[in-house]
């Protein structure tokens, strides 16, 4: 699904931004959220569907880094709060299907799978469920694609994961490249390790980008291999919760967007050849052997006296200079003009 021949996949990350406090304000902000990945250009929007029970134990307390943002609750009670309920996904599902995008939902328990699974095409894993063995298996034998996070994980975690995922039937998989920080660090992002994951692991590897910059690092990533990026979004980035602050807007999706199909164009093929866009130049700037004054019929070629290697502009090029020994000493067979090329039949 993610391979070589394909445009780079972009799925704008709307996570729990939806979340305006109501039923309707939520089903009328996720709907927003969609509409502004369409017009963005993305090729799928991506929600997240969990429940709290099912993700930390009740007791787990607080976050540091949430904290630090203003959010005091405790992890279980954002989750509660943030969690989706699971009727809003056939709806959210048509109205993607109705915008032409594809529409994704990152699951966190097998139980949020099941729910997710009769709406997508292709199953995300995110980067802290890598150790979720259940929730592998579940999604193996779905049969569909699947994309994991890496995230805060190491080589073995990633290898297990795979393992696990195959050996449980699946086929598609591919990788994401993710910096467990929000927002991270340019310095932290680690994107060399791209093509080192695609070369060791022979699947495609893409690039969640929690980095505030909208340009730098999902561009980067593509020019490194990345057939995948991830962005998380949002309308605003004041309004209150934990995914908004270090999102990007709409309008820097766009911007994204817009660069990375902008990279895709530069890539061209792995073959070394004169394109069409270069003859003008190629047959005006040059180099080849052209007369530097008039060469009357049986006179000697000497180079720096009658001809030289220069460039031909709007004259008629002559050969390349590689031919020059092979000319010279050698008769006109022609009257040739000053600034007129060389050619084969010119010499005898």
């Given at each position: 699904m993610f391979d070589g021949n394909k445009k780079i996949f972009i799925i704008a990350e709307a996570g729990s931004n939806w979340r305006m406090g109501t039923p309707k304000r939520d089903m009328e902000m996720a709907k927003i959220l969609i509409d502004s990945a369409v017009s963005a250009g993305a090729d799928a929007v991506k929600f997240q569907t969990y429940r709290p029970e099912t993700v930390y134990v009740p007791n787990a307390g607080g976050c540091d880094y949430l904290s630090s943002a203003g959010i005091k609750e405790s992890i279980f009670d954002i989750f509660e709060d943030l969690s989706m309920p699971y009727d809003m996904i056939p709806e959210l599902a048509e109205h993607c299907a109705d915008k032409n995008i594809v529409f994704m939902s990152t699951p966190f328990s097998v139980k949020d799978a099941q729910q997710i699974n009769p709406y997508v095409n292709v199953h995300k894993i995110a980067s802290y469920e890598i150790s979720h063995l259940r929730l592998i298996e579940y999604i193996a034998k779905t049969d569909k694609p699947?994309?994991?996070?890496?995230?805060?994980?190491?080589?073995?975690?990633?290898?297990?994961?795979?393992?696990?995922?195959?050996?449980?039937?699946?086929?598609?998989?591919?990788?994401?490249?993710?910096?467990?920080?929000?927002?991270?660090?340019?310095?932290?992002?680690?994107?060399?390790?791209?093509?080192?994951?695609?070369?060791?692991?022979?699947?495609?590897?893409?690039?969640?980008?929690?980095s505030r910059n909208p340009i730098i690092a999902p561009v980067t990533a593509v020019a490194l291999g990345?057939?995948?990026?991830?962005?998380?979004?949002?309308?605003?980035?004041?309004?209150?919760?934990?995914?908004?602050?270090?999102?990007?807007?709409?309008?820097?999706?766009?911007?994204?967007?817009?660069?990375?199909?902008?990279?895709?164009?530069?890539?061209?093929?792995?073959?070394?050849?004169?394109?069409?866009?270069?003859?003008?130049?190629?047959?005006?700037?040059?180099?080849?052997?052209?007369?530097?004054?008039?060469?009357?019929?049986?006179?000697?070629?000497?180079?720096?006296?009658?001809?030289?290697?220069?460039?031909?502009?709007?004259?008629?090029?002559?050969?390349?200079?590689?031919?020059?020994?092979?000319?010279?000493?050698?008769?006109?067979?022609?009257?040739?003009?000053?600034?007129?090329?060389?050619?084969?039949?010119?010499?005898?």
């Amino acid at each position: 699904m993610f391979d070589g021949n394909k445009k780079i996949f972009i799925i704008a990350e709307a996570g729990s931004n939806w979340r305006m406090g109501t039923p309707k304000r939520d089903m009328e902000m996720a709907k927003i959220l969609i509409d502004s990945a369409v017009s963005a250009g993305a090729d799928a929007v991506k929600f997240q569907t969990y429940r709290p029970e099912t993700v930390y134990v009740p007791n787990a307390g607080g976050c540091d880094y949430l904290s630090s943002a203003g959010i005091k609750e405790s992890i279980f009670d954002i989750f509660e709060d943030l969690s989706m309920p699971y009727d809003m996904i056939p709806e959210l599902a048509e109205h993607c299907a109705d915008k032409n995008i594809v529409f994704m939902s990152t699951p966190f328990s097998v139980k949020d799978a099941q729910q997710i699974n009769p709406y997508v095409n292709v199953h995300k894993i995110a980067s802290y469920e890598i150790s979720h063995l259940r929730l592998i298996e579940y999604i193996a034998k779905t049969d569909k694609p699947l994309i994991l996070s890496t995230g805060a994980a190491s080589i073995e975690d990633i290898e297990w994961a795979i393992k696990v995922f195959r050996k449980s039937g699946g086929k598609q998989i591919a990788l994401m490249q993710c910096v467990a920080k929000y927002p991270a660090p340019m310095n932290s992002l680690n994107l060399n390790v791209i093509p080192e994951m695609a070369k060791r692991f022979k699947i495609p590897v893409g690039y969640s980008d929690h980095s505030r910059n909208p340009i730098i690092a999902p561009v980067t990533a593509v020019a490194l291999g990345a057939k995948i990026i991830e962005k998380h979004f949002t309308l605003n980035n004041r309004l209150p919760g934990p995914d908004h602050a270090f999102a990007v807007t709409a309008e820097e999706l766009k911007d994204m967007v817009t660069a990375i199909r902008l990279v895709e164009q530069t890539f061209g093929n792995s073959k070394k050849e004169v394109q069409e866009v270069e003859n003008e130049l190629k047959f005006y700037a040059q180099r080849s052997l052209q007369a530097t004054k008039d060469i009357s019929i049986g006179e000697r070629f000497k180079e720096g006296e009658n001809f030289d290697i220069l460039r031909s502009g709007n004259r008629k090029q002559g050969l390349h200079p590689k031919y020059i020994k092979k000319i010279i000493g050698k008769k006109a067979l022609r009257n040739i003009m000053v600034g007129d090329g060389i050619n084969t039949e010119d010499y005898k």
